[in-house]
Structures are given as structure tokens and as C-alpha cells.
């Protein structure tokens, strides 16, 4: 609080200081804040004549005669209109200074401290504010910098440490272990940053979820099969490094149809906190969860829990034949207050588990941007929650949703430990592709406990190293360890898996130890020294709620190497060289993203839906920013 109240002295001392030039009337603030945000969130068509209406009828709203009348000390931080302190030059619709840290269109005014103003867009500011504003409208003063640098440190994103996967000699170490990760989020939070001109924190750039956001078309299991899903494995060029190999293990689930899935039991654990006022949160989260419900029927059942300072069931378990009376529920829900996202959990499981659907679909969908701040807020104990209720037979699937105080690493981690998967909302057209298109792999999990071991025939692969998936590797041990989580599988999901290879005759950036003392260093087999098996991919899986697992297995043949890759691979490895560069990766050798765009654009295939042409966009985006 002493600094809160530090911070405001030393805005009333710094707003009369601000730039005094005329202020552009309303009209032209509007078109000012607009065209900025055409910009930088590539606004077209109907998206932006409908901002462009929605600022024009903000922008005819008059302040009331007497500002400061009747105003209760806790609205003393925000406030529509901005009435934040009686400071600076006072209440002015359009004069410089706006009400000091108020006007809806001052200088260094806005929606209010604390609202649509400091911490977005720009920094200090406000929807039309020439020192901030959603879209960055800043004043150059001498005094500005101070203010947008002070304001920037709001930013309290979280993001795991992420330690790129190495090289590892086949000799010292034949086997790779990891579970399988069909989580997307990484990528479309990329997709943000690089939108609003920013490039993402490298600890925020997941290869392995940046290259399983796109589908691939491998061959699905038969009808007859007992797996539920098909692998399947192509080895090429490292795009790269020509004289290394890449291999691409790659599986595809089975699908559903609308008419054979099986009934849901779903409980939508919704933020309702302060932090998710923004539009990019609980406004954004309701036209998501709007299109779901449009893809449910009357066998299945939604309810809701609603958590900020307190936790409550906002609507018990409905069946999706009264959808009315659940979009009225959704529809009525607003954002305030602090984030018990603890109790939430509690509350959402005992109400999932009471309505269980045997042989149905049992999930808990949780949609926030993971600022937990009351009650168990540290990882650690919210992880130990959520593994906890996974227990009970009940899967979990996050969606997160806005910025500046996202936390990254925590909603991975409670998804991963959940039995679930994990997306980012950051834009309708996203919801949309989670939640409709790609809605039967989000709910319907047809293998958990996924993992992979490749072994490696020495005598053919000197040395590898797997490209992403640093946070599910696993030992070597875990892979027959029923007890071990790992991921799951949904209908219809592809999973794919890059390793680059190092041939036996050429260079491995390994690193080197001593001689051993007591032992020789593994060597092929005698009768493996001349055969053409280049390696051998296993994968374990347990049905849904199972508990004993089961084994397939896949042989890489060497004459299988070095053909030319397919549209699939190519793009994937693409995608791969994307993350690489943007984690600054130290294999990336000289790669550059004029190769990337190369490579892209070649494989990209078949892209009926646009992601791929969108990659190709986003890459550009990011050459501009880095020559800016």
C-alpha cells in the first residue's frame, strides 16, 4: 500500500508536466487508437468496423457534471469514467491531463488506474490517453520514459526454465525416454507476443507444442485394431545440418464421430477474479465457451464453479437440451475481486465426481490466466491438488486466456498432472479450433499414460538428441513403471517427435570424459554390427482409467533414411527451425528464418484451415521485428 500511494504522489507530480498540446477531439482518438490497433492485431473487415463502433459509442459517453460526487473510497481506483484522485488539472473529456490519472480521453487519462489503463497497451493510460492507451499512444516527453518503464514492470508473466536437450552419445546412453505432450499453448502465446510486436521470452517457446499445434496426416489405426492409435516414423535430411539425419516419429489417434461419442459430464471452472476484466479474458471466455456449448447435445450435461475470493456453483449439472439456461449463466457472469483458485478446484471435482458418468466423459475445464493469489497459491501445492483429484477417474483440460500476469508454468504443470491437455485462448478464431473444430482430441481421451523409448543401433546413429519435450523426459526405468505419469491422447490427435541423428563418421558435439576405469563403453551387438535397423521405437499406453499398460513396437530400417521428406515432415522440421531461432538454440548452426520461410512454404501441403499459411505470416513477422 506505501507504495501504491508512493506511486500515485509521484504521478500528481509528473502529470501537470505532461505535454500541454491541444488534445485531439474524441472523433480522432478514436480513429488514432483504431488504426494503431489495426495494426498491431491485424484488424480487417467486419473485426474492425465493429471496434471502430463499439470506440465511436464509448467516445460520445459524457462525464457527469460533478466528477467527484458521491464517489465511495473503494472505487478510488478505478472507475469507467477514471475518476481515480482529485490531482493534475482535474476532469477535462479532452483536455491535457484528463483528470490527472481519470479523463476518458486526457493526456495521461483512461479507464482508470488499475482498469483498462496502466498495464495495458502502452503503459500509463487509458482507451484514448496519449500516454498509454489499449494500442501504446504515448506522448514523448521527458517525462514519459520514466512512467512506461515504471509501468512495464507490472509485467508478471511466469514461465518454467526451459534447458534445451543436448547431444547424447549412443555409446554412453541408447535409450531416450519421454512422455508423449499434446498441449498447444506455447505456440499461440508466441502467436500474442509477436501480434502485439514483441518477441516471447525464449523460456516461453516450447518446440514440441509448437510443432503438435499443427495436424499431420498419418495414417489412422483400422477399425479392426486393438491400439487406439497408428506410429508411424520418416527419416531425412536435417534441414539444418546436411550431414546430420532427422527422424520423425509421428501417431495418430482414432477418431469419433459425433453420432458414436460418448456422453459428457462437464463442470466449466471459470475465473471470475479481478484480473480477468480485460477483454482478452472473461469477455474473450465467454464467446469461447459460447461456441463449445454449440457442439454438445442432449447427452450431455454442463455445470459451472465460479471462483475469485470465494468460491460457488454458479449452476448445477444442466443437461445441453436447455442450452438457453446455460448461455444465460455463462452470459452473467462478471470479474471482480482476488483468485481462490484452490477452493475453485475443490468445488469443481466434488461436483464432477457427484454427477460421474460411467463409460462417459468425466472433465473439468478450467479457464484462467492462473494468477492465483489466495488460499494455496504456491505451484507445489496446487500441482499436489490437482494430481490429488486426477485420481478420482475425473480429466482436466486449461485454457488460458490473457497477458501481463499470466502464469505459463503453472497451468502447464497442473494440466500435465491433471490427465489433461493444455491451450492458450488468445483469439476467437483459437477457441474455435479448440473447442469445435478439434473438440472430439480436447474432451475425449483415447490412451493416457503415453510414453516413448527409442533405442539406438550404435553402429548406425553415433549420436541424437531429441527436439523438445525437455520438461517430459523421462528415466530410463519409467517406461515400464505402470506408476509413472504421463501424457495423454485424445480422438483424433496427431503427436510427432523430431530427433536429429548424428551419423557413426561424423562429429558429435558432445563434450568428452575420461576413459573408463573398470568397464569397456557399450558396442553393437555382433550381429547388429552389419544389420540395416537403424533403431527401435517402443511406445507404452493404458486404456482411459486403466491400469496396466501395453507395449507396441516399431523398427526404423536404415535404407529407410535419407529419402526426401514428406509435405508433413518438412513443415514440421520448419516449424521446428522456428523455435529454434527463437529460443536462440546453440544447434541451430546458421540457420536463418529467410530458411524457415523457405522451408514453409515448400511443405506446406494441404491447409484447409489456414494454420499453416498463418505460421508462414508469423515467422515474417518475426524477421521484420528482429531487422527492426
Known amino acids: 500500500m506505501k507504495r501504491l500511494y508512493a506511486a500515485l504522489f509521484l504521478l500528481a507530480l509528473i502529470v501537470p508536466h505532461c505535454s500541454k498540446e491541444k488534445a485531439q477531439p474524441p472523433e480522432e482518438m478514436v480513429k488514432m487508437e483504431v488504426e494503431t490497433s489495426r ?10 468496423e465493429r471496434n471502430l463502433a463499439i470506440l465511436k459509442k464509448d467516445a460520445a459517453q459524457k462525464p457527469p457534471k460533478d466528477i467527484y460526487k458521491n464517489v465511495k473510497p473503494k472505487a478510488a481506483m478505478a472507475g469507467d469514467s477514471g475518476v481515480v484522485v482529485k490531482m493534475g488539472m482535474g476532469y477535462g473529456e479532452s483536455s491535457p491531463g484528463g483528470g490527472g490519472l481519470g ?14 489503463g496502466i498495464g495495458g497497451g502502452g503503459g500509463l493510460g487509458g482507451r484514448f490517453g496519449k500516454m498509454g492507451g489499449r494500442s501504446g499512444i504515448r506522448v514523448r516527453t521527458s517525462r514519459t520514459p520514466l512512467l512506461t518503464n515504471r509501468f512495464n514492470n507490472m509485467n508478471t508473466e511466469s514461465y518454467a526454465h526451459v534447458a534445451e536437450n543436448g547431444f547424447n552419445l549412443v555409446t554412453r546412453q541408447a ?13 499461440s502465446n508466441i502467436r500474442r507476443f509477436l501480434t502485439y510486436g514483441q518477441m516471447p521470452p525464449k523460456d516461453a517457446v516450447r518446440i514440441e507444442e509448437m510443432i503438435n499445434y499443427f495436424s499431420y496426416s498419418y495414417g489412422a489405426p483400422k477399425a479392426s485394431d486393438k491400439t487406439p492409435f497408428a506410429v508411424s516414423c520418416e527419416v531425412t535430411r536435417a534441414p539444418w545440418n546436411q550431414k546430420n539425419q532427422l527422424l520423425r516419429v509421428g501417431i495418430k489417434g482414432r477418431s469419433f464421430t459425433r453420432k458414436n461419442r460418448p456422453p459428457s459430464n462437464l463442470v466449466f471452472l471459470i475465473d471470475v477474479s479481478g484480473s480477468m476484466m480485460r477483454p482478452n479474458k472473461l469477455p474473450l471466455l465467454k464467446q469461447a465457451f459460447a461456441l463449445l456449448l454449440s457442439q454438445l447435445d442432449k447427452r450431455d450435461r454442463v455445470g459451472i464453479v465460479i471462483y475469485a475470493g470465494s468460491q460457488g456453483v454458479a449452476l448445477e449439472p444442466t443437461t445441453c437440451d436447455k442450452k438457453a439456461v446455460i448461455a444465460q449463466a455463462i452470459d452473467s457472469l462478471h470479474a471482480g475481486g482476488s483468485t481462490r483458485g484452490s477452493a475453485g478446484i475443490q468445488a469443481a471435482y466434488r461436483l464432477a465426481q457427484k454427477h460421474f458418468i460411467k463409460n462417459g466423459v468425466n472433465r473439468v475445464i478450467l479457464a484462467t490466466d492462473g494468477d492465483f493469489n489466495v488460499g494455496i497459491t504456491s505451484e507445489g501445492e496446487l500441482v499436489r491438488l490437482i494430481k490429488e483429484k486426477a485420481a478420482s477417474g475425473v480429466f482436466l483440460s486449461v485454457l488460458g486466456f490473457g497477458m501481463g500476469n499470466y502464469k505459463d508454468s503453472l497451468l502447464e504443470a497442473i494440466a500435465g498432472r491433471g490427465n489433461g491437455n493444455y491451450a492458450y485462448i488468445d483469439t476467437l478464431q483459437e477457441a474455435k479450433k479448440v473447442l469445435v473444430r478439434q473438440i472430439a482430441g480436447t474432451l475425449h481421451t483415447i490412451a493416457q499414460d503415453v510414453k516413448i523409448q527409442v533405442e539406438f543401433n550404435p553402429a548406425r546413429v553415433k549420436a541424437y538428441r531429441l527436439l523438445g519435450y525437455e520438461n517430459r523426459m523421462l528415466k530410463a526405468r519409467d517406461f515400464n513403471d505402470d506408476k509413472k505419469d504421463a501424457g495423454e491422447i485424445g480422438a483424433g490427435h496427431t503427436v510427432t517427435a523430431l530427433y536429429e541423428l548424428v551419423p557413426p ?3 558429435a558435439d558432445v563434450g568428452s570424459v575420461d576413459t573408463l576405469k573398470y568397464q569397456r563403453p557399450m558396442e553393437a551387438a555382433p550381429g547388429l554390427r552389419t544389420s540395416d535397423e537403424l533403431l527401435t521405437v517402443k511406445i507404452r499406453y493404458k486404456q482411459p482409467k486403466g491400469k496396466v499398460s501395453s507395449r507396441i513396437t516399431h523398427v526404423v530400417k536404415y535404407e529407410a533414411s535419407n529419402k526426401k521428406p514428406s509435405l508433413d515432415t518438412g513443415f514440421a522440421a520448419a516449424v521446428a527451425a ?8 546453440a544447434h541451430k548452426g546458421s540457420l536463418t528464418l529467410d530458411h524457415v520461410l523457405a522451408m514453409a512454404k515448400k511443405y506446406r501441403g494441404t491447409d484447409p ?10 515467422v515474417e513477422k518475426a524477421k521484420k521485428l528482429i531487422k527492426d
Request: aromatic residues 14%; charged residues 20%.
Open 39 to 48: 495494426k498491431s492485431q491485424s484488424l480487417h473487415g467486419a473485426e474492425y
Open 103 to 116: 479523463g476518458r480521453f486526457g493526456s495521461a487519462g483512461g479507464h482508470g488506474f488499475g482498469g483498462i
Open 175 to 187: 535409450l531416450s525416454t519421454f512422455s508423449i505432450d499434446v498441449d498447444t499453448a506455447s505456440y
Open 505 to 507: 563418421r561424423q562429429k
Open 578 to 585: 522456428f523455435g529454434m531461432i527463437l529460443r536462440d538454440s
Open 609 to 618: 484451415h489456414g494454420y499453416r499459411r498463418e505460421f508462414i505470416s508469423l
